[in-house]
């Protein structure tokens, strides 16, 4: 038997595709993401990983995963997109624990991701895996609705001009990125998701320092 896993896959998503249901997946570790700190990548970026340990215990990887052509030189730009990123990821470990077979997929004799009978129609075109966080909270506002917001919460989460509305960091306002952040924290409680809530507990010093710092708006 071989496994082709998809990017972001934990030791409980490899334990789920071996074992199916006959175990307690509770027993492995989840996908778990550090956060990167934009004031010592725009400072210093560096080609080589390196881990440091920030002052509240949470591992920060002080790296340029990009080249740095293409990465955002402000620092409300380059925020945005690692916030993206990473909820992007808790989102998908959350429709996962939400949607059980309904999302889940079989893999085809090719090693495609072929229809599955359970899953929606709207999303039989790929893995939810590759959701984005847009695609993530459109689905589970289809299992429990959260009070709309503006901005709302998918659009401040898509690529900047991935679809309409969507912008840079430094585009939407202090109190645009507070709404859509507590936005994000109301998923978190409908779900009781704890790995959503501390992130967003370990992003607000970043958020409000970056706010802090006097910046002039670039174009990249």
Same mark, same amino acid.
């Given at each position: 038997?071989?496994?082709?896993?998809?990017?972001?896959?934990?030791?409980?998503?490899?334990?789920?595709?071996?074992?199916?249901?006959?175990?307690?997946? @509770?027993?492995?570790?989840?996908?778990?993401? %550090?956060?990167? /700190?934009?004031?010592?990548? !725009?400072?210093?970026?560096?080609? $080589? *990983?390196?881990?440091?340990?920030?002052?509240?215990?949470?591992?920060?990887?002080?790296?340029?995963?990009?080249?740095?052509?293409?990465?955002?030189?402000?620092?409300?730009?380059?925020?945005?997109?690692?916030?993206?990123?990473?909820?992007?990821?808790?989102?998908?470990?959350?429709?996962?624990?939400?949607?059980?077979?309904?999302?889940?997929?079989?893999?085809?004799?090719?090693?495609?991701?072929?229809?599955?009978?359970?899953?929606?129609?709207?999303? @039989?075109?790929?893995?939810?895996?590759?959701? %984005?966080?847009? /695609?993530?909270?459109?689905? !589970?506002?289809?299992?429990?609705? $959260? *009070?709309?917001?503006?901005?709302?919460?998918?659009?401040?989460?898509?690529?900047?001009?991935?679809?309409?509305?969507?912008?840079?960091?430094?585009?939407?306002?202090?109190?645009?990125?507070?709404?859509?952040?507590?936005?994000?924290?109301?998923?978190?409680?409908?779900?009781?998701?704890?790995?959503?809530?501390?992130?967003?507990?370990?992003?607000?010093?970043?958020?409000?320092?970056?706010?802090?710092?006097?910046?002039?708006?670039?174009?990249?």
């Amino acid at each position: 038997m071989s496994i082709s896993p998809t990017r972001h896959w934990s030791s409980r998503e490899v334990a789920r595709v071996t074992f199916g249901h006959d175990i307690n997946l @509770n027993r492995f570790g989840a996908y778990h993401a %550090s956060y990167k /700190d934009p004031k010592s990548i !725009l400072i210093a970026p560096a080609p $080589v *990983a390196a881990q440091v340990v920030d002052d509240d215990g949470m591992d920060i990887d002080d790296d340029a995963s990009l080249p740095e052509i293409l990465q955002p030189s402000h620092a409300l730009d380059l925020l945005h997109i690692q916030v993206i990123d990473h909820f992007a990821r808790l989102l998908v470990e959350l429709v996962g624990r939400v949607g059980g077979p309904e999302v889940y997929r079989d893999l085809g004799a090719e090693g495609g991701v072929s229809a599955s009978r359970f899953a929606p129609q709207w999303r @039989n075109q790929k893995h939810y895996s590759e959701w %984005s966080a847009r /695609d993530c909270l459109e689905y !589970l506002t289809t299992k429990k609705r $959260v *009070a709309p917001t503006s901005p709302r919460v998918d659009i401040f989460l898509s690529k900047p001009y991935s679809c309409g509305g969507a912008r840079r960091g430094q585009d939407w306002s202090r109190k645009d990125w507070e709404v859509a952040l507590g936005a994000l924290s109301q998923v978190s409680d409908v779900w009781g998701d704890v790995s959503i809530r501390e992130s967003l507990g370990v992003l607000d010093p970043h958020l409000k320092g970056v706010f802090a710092t006097r910046m002039r708006p670039t174009g990249i």
